[in-house]
T-cell receptor
Framework: GAVVSQHPSWVICKSGTSVKIECRSL??????MFWYRQFPKQSLMLMAT?????????EQGVEKDKFLINHASLTLSTLTVTSAHPEDSSFYIC?????????FGPGTRLTVL | DQQVKQNSPSLSVQEGRISILNCDYT??????FLWYKKYPAEGPTFLIS?????DKNEDGRFTVFLNKSAKHLSLHIVPSQPGDSAVYFC???????????FGTGTRLTVIP
């Protein structure tokens, strides 16, 4: 199957700082990429959908000014958590849309102190 | 509002036996269902899917059954192997859309 990478895999930051997470499709071009968040014992919740070259579409309840998404190329999307707070601590997973299904990255564990 | 539900957080099965993972959904407009498998520290990987026009899809040891009237689907793994131990997520999507709605997952442990 297609491969999606995420970097970093784990990050700890202080409250109030910003963190950037990269998502790359390594062997396919992803016109559409998705960002999910998973809190403990909960399901993966879609945060936003990004299409290459255009603005991301955010799900209800997700602050677009806090979670900045950039999808400048067909193989790279970035999520920046601005002014992170402890309640933003979560597991963030991206995916790239393939022909028939989404291919997921390994996830990024964000801990905000 | 959780539209896709997996009510069993965990399941243990003996090696060689059948594993049955269940999933319920509330929105009858979903038209495509998928199962993903997730190992620790990895992203979910696609396992098998089924369209709403079918009631069964089989791929090797994995079979997915869909009961539209009950809004229920299940994943059968037979025979179960220790390497199948992982968290299994079911997901659903609407016609023409790519975004997925996930269940909370079921942790399967296959005991050697």
């Amino acid at each position: 199957g297609a491969v999606v990478s995420q970097h970093p895999s784990w990050v700890i930051c202080k409250s109030g700082t910003s963190v950037k997470i990269e998502c790359r499709s390594l062997d396919f071009q992803a016109t559409t990429m998705f960002w999910y968040r998973q809190f403990p014992k909960q399901s993966l919740m879609l945060m936003a959908t990004s299409n290459e070259g255009s603005k991301a579409t955010y799900e209800q309840g997700v602050e677009k000014d806090k979670f900045l998404i950039n999808h400048a190329s067909l193989t790279l999307s970035t999520l920046t958590v601005t002014s992170a707070h402890p309640e933003d601590s979560s597991f963030y997973i991206c995916s790239g849309q393939g022909t028939d299904t989404q291919y997921f990255g390994p996830g990024t564990r964000l801990t905000v102190l | 509002d959780q539209q896709v539900k997996q009510n069993s957080p965990s399941l243990s099965v003996q090696e060689g036996r059948i594993s049955i993972l269940n999933c319920d959904y509330t929105n009858s407009m979903f038209d495509y269902f998928l199962w993903y498998k997730k190992y620790p520290a990895e992203g979910p990987t696609f396992l098998i899917s089924i369209s709403s026009i079918k009631d069964k899809n089989e791929d090797g040891r994995f079979t997915v059954f869909l009961n539209k009237s009950a809004k229920h689907l299940s994943l059968h793994i037979v025979p179960s192997q220790p390497g199948d131990s992982a968290v299994y997520f079911c997901a659903a999507r609407f016609s023409g859309a790519n975004n997925l709605f996930f269940g909370t997952g079921t942790r399967l442990t296959v005991i050697p």
